[in-house]
Structures are given as C-alpha cells and as structure tokens.
C-alpha cells in the first residue's frame, strides 16, 4: 500500500544518510588517528598536526550540528511569527561575515504582514543556510536582496537575490543532495536540512541561477491569517 511506500523510502532515505555521515566522519576520524599516532611515534614538532587534528575536529562538529537539526522533530515548537522579526535576527548574526566579505544585505518589504506559523529556531537555520551560500558566492562582494511580500495566494514569499557565481545547470539538479557541495570546506548539507525544514512547514522552494550573473531562492510558506496571530 501507499503508507508502507512511504515507510520504506524512508527507510532507505534514512539509510542512505546514514552511509554518507558514516563515509564523511570516518575521513576525518582517520586523520585525527592517524596525526596522533604520528605525535605519539615521534618527537617532532606537533603544532602542524595539531592544527590539522582542529580543522577536522572542527568539520566533524558542523556536520553532526547540521545533522542535529534534523534529528530532533519531536523538539519542533510551531508559533505564530512575523518572519521579518527572524529574518532582523539572522542579519545581526551574520552583520560581521556580511562586512568582513564587503557584502551589503538589504531587505525589501512589499508593507504588508508577513505572518507564518513557524518553529522560529528552524526558520532561522533555514535563512541563515541560504544567506551563508549567498556570502560564500560572492567572494568579490556585492548585494544581497531579500524581497518579502504577500501575494494575493494567500502565501508569504521571501526571495533571497544574489550576485554570486551562480550555479550551471549540470549542477541545480544536485543541489540538496545530501553531501552535495562545491567548496572545499562545505558539508553538503545545509539546502538538504533546509528542505527538509521548508517541507515540514508546508512550504516549498524554487531556485533560479545563472552562472557567473546570481542566483535567486523563492521561499513559499503558507500565511497566517489575522485571526491566527493573537497566539504570538
Ligand atoms: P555547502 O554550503 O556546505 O556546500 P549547501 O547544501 O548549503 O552545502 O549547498 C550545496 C551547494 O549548492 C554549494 O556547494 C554550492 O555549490 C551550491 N549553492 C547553494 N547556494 C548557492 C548560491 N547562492 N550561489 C551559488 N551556489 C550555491
Ligand atoms: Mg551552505
């Protein structure tokens, strides 16, 4: 039937995670062990191992943090929430990376209430995932556009615009894969929570990018009425 479908892919969605988190920790659990055999064998200097035993100490740490995210459903508290309060929230966080990159974020409002019922701690990973992949596409610097408006579908549409390399479009169908990146230090993993988030609220995403010109997200969650906000 339609329900042990669903069960087994989730089964086999689940099993596939886990293969790739195993495959993306043994790595770096291999250098670590094989840096302190290293220190443990020898009298050399150990500054050059310890620096590379901290930068995969570290790798480890943001995967399973990316992955916690996910992990903890049941932790899911939904309220009524005005997204530009979380949105105000996530730009102060990233106001430093955004000026040490010469980034300028702007946000654009179409003056009508955005209200969306939303586990504000998720909502917030989600905009900071996107804003992170836009800063870490603009090596150069640039803008950043965030445009929030209520269409008359009753939705709330956020567009996140940015003038970084893009992504060909060999590459867009990959994009939220688990492990998918193309940076040298990126886990793949931040679209696929992302997404994950994003469907666990009713909502939906489309990417349009162009390479070398910017890529743009559209983010559709589903309104909260004027009657449904009082619970705030
Ligand atoms: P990570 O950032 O760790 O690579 P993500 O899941 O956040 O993982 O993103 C996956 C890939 O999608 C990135 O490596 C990059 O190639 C591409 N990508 C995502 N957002 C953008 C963007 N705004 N501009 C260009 N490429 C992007
Ligand atoms: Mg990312």
């Given at each position: 039937t339609e329900e042990m479908l669903l069960q087994s892919e989730k089964l086999s969605i689940a099993g596939q995670l886990a293969a790739g988190v195993a495959h993306e920790i043994r790595n770096p659990l291999t250098a670590l062990?094989?840096?302190?055999?290293?220190?443990?064998?020898?009298?050399?200097s150990k500054a050059d191992y310890l620096k590379v035993m901290l930068s995969e100490?570290?790798?480890i740490e943001l995967i399973v943090s990316e992955l916690l995210v996910l992990a903890k459903p049941q932790m899911t508290r939904f309220k009524p929430t005005d997204v530009r309060?979380?949105?105000q929230e996530v730009l102060t966080l990233l106001d430093t990376q955004a000026i040490l990159n010469n980034i300028q974020i702007h946000i654009l409002t179409d003056g009508q209430d955005p209200w969306i019922e939303c586990d504000q701690n998720q909502m917030k990973q989600v905009f900071i995932n996107f804003l992170k992949n836009a800063i870490e596409a603009m090596p150069r610097g640039g803008e950043i556009r965030i445009e929030v408006s209520c269409p008359a579908s009753g939705d709330v549409q956020l567009r996140f615009l940015d003038e970084g390399c893009g992504i060909s479009k060999e590459r867009i169908a990959k994009i939220g894969e688990p492990f998918y990146t193309t940076k040298d230090k990126g886990t793949g993993l931040g679209l696929m929570v992302s997404f994950k988030i994003i469907q666990q609220h009713g909502g939906s995403v489309q990417i349009e990018s162009e390479q070398d010109v910017g890529t743009m997200i559209t983010l559709t969650l589903p309104r909260l009425a004027v009657m449904e906000r009082a619970r705030a």
């Open positions: 062990k094989g840096f302190l055999q290293l220190m443990q064998a020898d009298g050399h100490l570290n790798r309060t979380v949105l």
